[in-house]
């Protein structure tokens, strides 16, 4: 089960979405920013497919 979520990235401060999996109830992954590029640690928190918390870090190359 994905959902949709939006975000700014912390490099760009553009407003993107990434599809984030609610099966899952926490977990920490990296993305690439579809504007910019950069690397993006994403954090969610889910409980029973609600997203609870969610943080999005820039990792520096």
Same mark, same amino acid.
């Given at each position: 089960?994905?959902?949709? @979520? =939006? =975000?700014?990235? /912390? @490099?760009?401060?553009?407003?993107? #979405?990434?599809?984030? &999996? !609610? #099966?899952?109830?926490?977990?920490?992954?990296?993305? &690439?920013?579809?504007?910019?590029?950069? /690397?993006?640690?994403?954090?969610?928190? =889910?409980?029973?497919?609600?997203?609870? !918390? =969610?943080r999005? &870090? #820039?990792?520096?190359?």
């Open positions: 089960m994905e959902q949709e @979520h =939006f =975000f700014q990235c /912390p @490099h760009c401060w553009e407003e993107i #979405s990434m599809l984030l &999996d !609610a #099966s899952v109830r926490e977990q920490t992954y990296i993305e &690439d920013c579809e504007v910019c590029c950069n /690397p993006i640690e994403l954090t969610p928190t =889910f409980e029973e497919g609600e997203l609870l !918390a =969610f999005s &870090d #820039s990792i520096e190359q």
